[in-house]
């Protein structure tokens, strides 16, 4: 299982991006899918998650100007950011949680290589 994000730039505060992420491999189903990111000397934090069903939570200082979906048909997850700030800079990793047969007694974790998101003037 690979999970292949794309997306991220250079941006001026103000600006948007759109982020992408697809699973490919070896998938039965996908339970959750979210986003991280990781700022330099920071931990890495959860910026938003989508379940199966499209139930939707985001760390605080993202709500409103981050909106997280997902295509379950292209195992594919988004992150559209608007009104970005300079404080959104990080790299940002996808995640899926997921079944890759259906005899799997529990789901495994997947994450994607990173992509960086500049937001400076």
């Known amino acids: 299982v690979q999970l292949q994000a794309s997306g991220g730039g250079l941006v001026q505060p103000g600006g948007s991006l759109r982020l992408s992420c697809a699973a490919s491999?070896?998938?039965?189903?996908?339970?959750?899918m979210a986003w991280y990111r990781q700022a330099p000397g920071e931990q890495r934090e959860l910026v938003a998650r989508?379940?199966?069903?499209?139930?939707?939570n985001y760390m605080w200082s993202v709500k409103g100007r981050f909106t997280i979906s997902r295509d379950n048909a292209k195992n594919m997850v988004y992150l559209q950011m608007n009104s970005l700030e300079p404080e959104d800079t990080a790299v940002y990793y996808c995640?899926?949680?997921?079944?890759?047969?259906?005899?799997?007694?529990?789901?495994?974790?997947?994450w994607g290589q990173g992509t960086l998101v500049t937001v400076s003037s």
């Open positions: 491999g070896s998938i039965f189903s996908i339970n959750a």
């Open positions: 995640f899926a949680e997921l079944y890759e047969h259906s005899s799997d007694w529990s789901p495994n974790d997947y």
């Open positions: 989508i379940t199966n069903s499209g139930l939707t």
